[in-house]
């Protein structure tokens, strides 16, 4: 599963808003999240789907590599991965805004 997501932030805020989210998955779902760098692992599960993937912060773009669920959970995995970067990378939305319990 790939996801490309495009954003507007500086580097270095998008890191800190990404970092933000970690926290959230780790608090709401037990997602473990190790950040190396500009990159960082997830493992975990949500629902019933797995979510094993990298994370890698870069200008201008997030991407988001991982395994890919299956045909069942492919869409209902790429929306919720999808809804939280919308969330987490909204310059609209200060950091300290975004929620890091679920």
Do not use: C
Not at 70 to 81: D, S, V
């Amino acid at each position: 599963m790939e996801i490309d997501y495009k954003h507007a932030l500086p580097e270095a805020d998008a890191r800190a808003r990404l970092e933000r989210l970690g926290t959230y998955l780790t608090s709401k779902h037990g997602i473990k999240v190790d950040w190396t760098g500009p990159k960082a692992k997830f493992n975990g599960k949500y629902l019933v789907v797995k979510i094993d993937g990298e994370l890698a912060v870069a200008p201008g773009v997030v991407t988001f590599r991982g395994v890919d669920p299956g045909f069942l959970w492919r869409k209902k995995a790429t929306e919720y991965i999808q809804g939280k970067l919308e969330k987490y990378l909204d310059p609209k939305v200060p950091l300290s805004e975004l929620p890091t319990e679920g």
